[in-house]
């Protein structure tokens, strides 16, 4: 069992910046990789960002990429989101999830912990 908490969420104007975090509790953190996806409203769920069990390998949804950046504390057991340049079509609300293994993965269905959910609102 994984315990995901997201904090940092909020509302920010257009061109700020939030970091999310995410507090992972239960299994070994260092095992699995981590993601990041967001449901703005009457949509689906996305993928944001993505980062291996190391930290190493990263990836990102073309929408974010050059503004977000994910990063872990393996000794925290703790996931981030560093998010710069916010645009209103950011807003969502902000999931993080714990895969089923150590590799980067943009598929949903490779997650199989999320958290409950961080609201981001961005004003124009």
């Known amino acids: 069992q994984v315990q995901l908490v997201e904090s940092g969420g909020g509302l920010v104007q257009a061109g700020g910046s939030l970091r999310l975090s995410c507090a992972a509790s239960?299994?070994?953190?260092?095992?699995?990789?981590m993601g990041w996806f967001r449901q703005a409203p009457g949509k689906e769920r996305e993928f944001v960002a993505t980062?291996?069990?190391?930290?190493?390998?990263?990836n990102y949804a073309d929408s974010v990429k050059g503004r977000f950046t994910i990063s872990r504390d393996n000794a925290k057991n703790t996931v981030y989101l560093q998010m710069n340049s916010l645009k209103p079509e950011d807003t969502a609300v902000y999931y993080c999830?714990?895969?089923?293994?150590?590799?980067?993965?943009?598929?949903?269905?490779?997650?199989?912990?999320w958290g409950q959910g961080t609201q981001v609102t961005v004003s124009s």
């Open positions: 239960g299994r070994t953190f260092s095992s699995y990789a």
């Open positions: 999830a714990a895969a089923t293994g150590p590799l980067a993965t943009t598929r949903a269905i490779r997650y199989n912990y």
């Open positions: 980062i291996s069990w190391s930290g190493e390998i990263t």
